[in-house]
Nanobody, 127 residues
Framework: QVQLVESGGGLVQAGGSLTLSCSCAPSGRTLSSSQMGWFRQAPGQEREFVAVIKWFDGNTYLSDTVKARFTISRDIAKNLVYLQMNSLKPADTAVYYC??????????????????WGQGTQVTVSS
């Protein structure tokens, strides 16, 4: 597994930007053999896939809802995964979670397949 700690959440006005960070500490599995995802959960709703990155080659996949506005990236030297969020909307308000799972050749958007989770960071977008 991987130990994960998110940061960077906060309150922002609609149209603004935020960058979330996820600090990754290998614990039984190397980062290069992991796939890192961002999910979010709004009150009363199920956890929703946002973005995923393969640590080994940096390839990414984002949900249709955010792909024109968000970017996922990683810093290999710092063991960090970022979620850059632009043009934020009130509908983006949620707790954002960083997650990790063993790497596969496919991008995995299923939350229940991830075995490591951070504590979450709140993002609130005001109208």
């Amino acid at each position: 597994q991987v130990q994960l700690v998110e940061s960077g959440g906060g309150l922002v006005q609609a149209g603004g930007s935020l960058t979330l960070s996820c600090s990754c500490a290998p614990s039984g599995r190397t980062l290069s053999s992991s796939q890192m995802g961002w999910f979010r959960q709004a009150p009363g709703q199920e956890r929703e896939f946002v973005a995923v990155i393969k640590w080994f080659d940096g390839n990414t996949y984002l949900s249709d809802t955010v792909k024109a506005r968000f970017t996922i990236s990683r810093d290999i030297a710092k063991n960090l995964v970022y979620l850059q969020m632009n043009s934020l909307k009130p509908a983006d308000t949620a707790v954002y979670y960083c997650a990790a799972r063993p790497a596969t050749h496919l991008f995995d958007i299923r939350a229940n397949e991830y075995d490591s989770w951070g504590q979450g960071t709140q993002v609130t977008v005001s109208s």
